[in-house]
């Protein structure tokens, strides 16, 4: 008897810990302080500043790239990517892959790319990293 409380207390650890991994992943959270825009998706964070900021535009699709970390699922995906031509490092934080994405570089050569879940809310974002 007490083994299977010790399992089903196991278990329900498993569950509860894949739900929380899950709610901190399901979305890009993303704010704007004075200084920088910052955008989180679980374990993976992205600080940039504006003044370091060198373009934002929009593209259809992403380019080839390999994952270095990070998952993919249904529209979703995210994580460190690297590009197949430059072998650079990409971040990417994509909630919708049919939606178009913003394409932000900064730091002269470093891309990320980002779309939320609501075209509205991806298009106010896009002009609110234009206007910054």
Not at 11 to 25: N, R, S
Not at 47 to 57: C, G, L, M, Q, Y
Request: charged share 25%; glycine share 4%.
């Amino acid at each position: 008897m007490k083994k299977n409380l010790f399992w089903n207390g196991v278990v329900i650890f498993t569950l509860v810990i894949c739900v929380f991994a899950f709610v901190l992943h399901y979305k890009n959270w993303t704010t704007f302080e004075e200084d920088h825009f910052q955008v989180v998706s679980g374990i993976y964070k992205q600080r940039i500043p504006f003044s370091e900021i060198d373009s934002v535009s929009w593209v259809e699709k992403l380019p080839k790239m390999e994952r270095k970390s990070g998952f993919s699922w249904l529209t979703k995906e995210k994580g460190i990517f690297k590009d197949s031509l430059s072998n650079a490092e990409v971040s990417v934080f994509v909630d919708d892959l049919k939606q178009p994405k913003i394409r932000l570089l900064h730091h002269d050569s470093l891309l990320l790319y980002i779309n939320l879940s609501d075209s509205i809310q991806s298009h106010l974002l896009f002009q609110d990293l234009v206007k910054e």
